[in-house]
Nanobody
Framework: QVQLVESGGGLVQAGGSLRLSCAAS????????MGWFRQAPGKEREFVAE????????YATDSVKGRFTISRDNAKNTAYLQMNSLKPEDTAVYYC?????????WGQGTQVTVSS
């Protein structure tokens, strides 16, 4: 059974940086795409970024391009989301996922709060 554990969230001032981590266990990490969604208060969960199983290709929503970078270390079974130039509108619970086709397994989420 897949288990995903996020860490690295917290409170940061606008313009600051955070790095989220997602540690995976339960099956061969390097076979699956990894990604992040986020959910702000009162809003639907939205896609943030994804990285292919080999790390060669990444995707990101327009609002975070140039500021957020997704990466992975298959030797450590961990995916990362480096978030720079944070804005108050980035405040949300960030959820890591592991994807196989259309199926996603989710972590429990980590809170990111950006103060103005």
């Amino acid at each position: 059974q897949v288990q995903l554990v996020e860490s690295g969230g917290g409170l940061v001032q606008a313009g600051g940086s955070l790095r989220l981590s997602c540690a995976a266990s339960g099956r061969t990490f390097s076979r699956y795409e990894m990604g992040w969604f986020r959910q702000a208060p009162g809003k639907e969960r939205e896609f943030v970024a994804e990285i292919t199983w080999n790390g060669f290709t990444t995707y990101a929503t327009d609002s975070v391009k140039g500021r957020f970078t997704i990466s992975r270390d298959n030797a450590k079974n961990t995916a990362y989301l480096q978030m720079n130039s944070l804005k108050p509108e980035d405040t949300a619970v960030y959820y890591c996922y592991q994807r196989e086709g259309s199926l996603r397994n989710w972590g429990q989420g980590t809170q990111v709060t950006v103060s103005s």
